[in-house]
């Protein structure tokens, strides 16, 4: 030993595959020496221990090992290791856990058990940390005892149809695919009829995050749109995009969400020609455009056969007056048609003139198409009550047509 430092040494014996020894000199190291060759962590002082690596001390410790094998062979009494009692070359962590299931469905719950070790000579406490696609949703302070094993379980609810990536401590991930009622997706590409392109995205269900990709197939460019970039039609998010480049595009939707968060995004797509010279002439026609009273309200129905931006529809009587007026936000596309409803505040025969019917290039396709109805009051039911004079009837009062 060195003559500088005093050395004490200090043995511990445990029943099982090692005897531990500890050999204090003037260093203040702990020294630890098991079966393996290898040591493990954790002193009262918080010091690690570690292999025994001076051969003056290597010595002293062969020889005291010596000593105690003949001393259990001879059947000394030495104290019993519990059960729980663990031997291993790291630090207290998660040695192993086990995922409930690795598919589940939207609602269901992810339960992890994780095993903690803790192999050292004194209790600790430790954060134990559940990580879900990288981000810790929960953590858990956990005390194990000195050489001891315990459990601890995590609980987590899928709410979405996200897959999930599971990870505890230092331990390789586990995917745990979920089954979501996932928006079924549907994109198409087309030329605009004024320039550039169009993105339609038909969903069975609203969406309320939306993401597209527009790549020049063969080129280099390459562009994300986002929701901004979309106005919903009757529902359906419709896109123009102004200033791509000509030619072949693909147009790739990478988000798509729904109300519950459920992505349906798979790489749908759809290719289509676009140039920037295009441009549309034709005015859009009203085939078969109608319209018909009831009591006060004027329906009216115009099929178009192109996309409408600017609707019009004036009621009016005796061939100056207006009445009332239907414009885009009075109609909705159903069916193939633009139909609409409203209540004018009128008693006659009216007029009601289709005056505007603009496409996206701003061709008009109105041509003063007129239908005439005729406005009534809305049908009264008198009812006497039973015993007052005069036997029980139902008259309907109908006015006369006129102002």
Same mark, same amino acid.
């Given at each position: 030993m060195d003559a500088r430092a005093s050395t004490h040494l200090s043995v511990s014996v445990f029943l099982g595959p090692w005897y531990r020894m500890t050999i204090h000199d003037g260093t203040r190291k702990d020294y630890d020496l098991v079966d393996e060759g290898t040591c493990v962590t954790g002193e009262a002082d918080g010091v690690d221990g570690r292999t025994v690596g001076n051969p003056r001390l290597l010595a002293v410790a062969v020889t005291v090992l010596l000593a105690l094998a003949a001393v259990g062979t001879a059947g000394a009494a030495l104290p019993a290791a519990t059960e729980t009692a663990v031997a291993t070359d790291d630090g207290p962590? /998660?040695? $192993?856990? &086990?995922?409930?299931? +690795? *598919?589940?469905?939207?609602?269901?719950?992810?339960?992890?058990?994780?095993?903690? *070790?803790?192999?050292?000579? $004194?209790?600790?406490?430790?954060? /134990? #940390?559940?990580?879900? $696609?990288?981000?810790? &949703?929960?953590?858990?302070?956990?005390?194990?005892?000195? #050489?001891?094993? @315990?459990?601890?379980? !995590? /609980?987590?609810? /899928?709410?979405?149809? !996200?897959? @999930? @990536?599971?990870?505890?401590? +230092?331990?390789?991930?586990?995917?745990?695919? &979920?089954?979501?009622?996932?928006p079924e997706v549907e994109v198409t590409l087309r030329q605009h009829l004024a320039g550039g392109a169009q993105v339609v995205v038909d969903s069975d269900e609203p969406l309320s995050a939306l993401r597209v990709r527009l790549?020049?197939?063969?080129?280099?460019?390459?562009?994300?749109?986002?929701?901004?970039? !979309?106005?919903?039609?009757?529902?359906?998010?419709?896109?123009?995009?102004?200033?791509?480049?000509e030619g072949d595009l693909r147009v790739t939707v990478t988000r798509a969400v729904d109300e519950d968060g459920d992505d349906g995004a798979s790489g749908q797509s759809d290719t289509a020609r676009i140039t920037q010279g295009t441009r549309d002439t034709d005015p859009p026609q009203a085939i078969g455009y109608s319209a018909e009273a009831d009591g006060q309200t004027v329906r009216v129905r115009a099929p178009a056969t192109e996309p409408i931006d600017e609707f019009g529809i004036e009621v009016r009587t005796d061939g100056r007056t207006r009445v009332g007026w239907f414009d885009g936000t009075d109609v909705t596309l159903r069916d193939g048609a633009y139909v609409g409803e409203k209540q004018f505040d009128y008693r006659g025969d009216a007029e009601v003139v289709l005056q505007r019917l603009t496409d996206h290039a701003g061709n008009d396709g109105a041509s003063g198409e007129v239908e005439r109805v005729t406005l009534r009051t809305p049908s009264t039911r008198v009812s006497r009550r039973p015993g007052s004079p005069g036997s029980t009837r139902t008259v309907d009062r109908v006015p006369r047509s006129g102002r």
């Open positions: 962590r /998660v040695t $192993n856990y &086990v995922v409930s299931s +690795d *598919t589940l469905a939207t609602g269901e719950e992810i339960v992890v058990t994780a095993t903690v *070790t803790n192999p050292t000579r $004194n209790p600790v406490e430790l954060p /134990v #940390r559940l990580r879900i $696609n990288g981000s810790v &949703v929960e953590t858990r302070s956990v005390t194990v005892g000195e #050489r001891t094993r @315990r459990q601890v379980r !995590f /609980v987590h609810r /899928v709410t979405s149809g !996200f897959d @999930r @990536r599971v990870t505890i401590g +230092d331990q390789p991930p586990t995917t745990v695919a &979920v089954e979501g009622d996932l790549e020049h197939i063969g080129g280099e460019t390459s562009v994300t749109y986002g929701d901004g970039t !979309f106005e919903r039609e009757n529902g359906t998010p419709v896109a123009r995009l102004l200033g791509v480049p």
